[in-house]
């Protein structure tokens, strides 16, 4: 059964899930914390398993990389550098593409093709 979500994913930084941490430590059980930071209990007992074994540090969110295309794209003058990297990152998606097996038609729909 899948979940249907009310709001979008939320936000957590390293110092509310370390607040968060330290009412379990404190003697709260993780129950009750997950249930008045509505949150789940799997969740918390990841943060809690990540802070023993690797600290503080290990609670920091990751960035994500996200598009590298997308700074390029949304520039209208390139300076000829800029041009050039853009190409090259065109190309290597392109390469790639084609090292598994994807055709991309001039319309960007992609045919899959056996060798």
């Avoid at 009750?32 to 969740?43: H, L």
Wanted: aromatic share 8%; net charge positive.
């Amino acid at each position: 059964m899948t979940r249907i979500r009310k709001m979008p994913n939320r936000y957590w930084s390293k110092e509310a899930k370390l607040k968060i941490i330290k009412e379990v430590f404190n003697g709260k059980s993780s129950e009750e914390v997950a249930k008045e930071n509505d949150i789940s209990g799997g969740m918390l007992r990841n943060w809690i398993i990540k802070y023993d074994k690797y600290g503080e540090q290990s609670l920091e969110n990751k960035k994500k990389p996200g598009n590298p295309l997308c700074k390029y794209s949304k520039k209208k003058n390139l300076t000829d550098i800029e041009e050039l990297e853009y190409e090259n990152m065109k190309l290597k998606i392109e390469n790639e593409r084609l090292k598994k097996g994807y055709l991309v038609k001039g319309d960007g729909s992609v045919v899959v093709f056996k060798k």
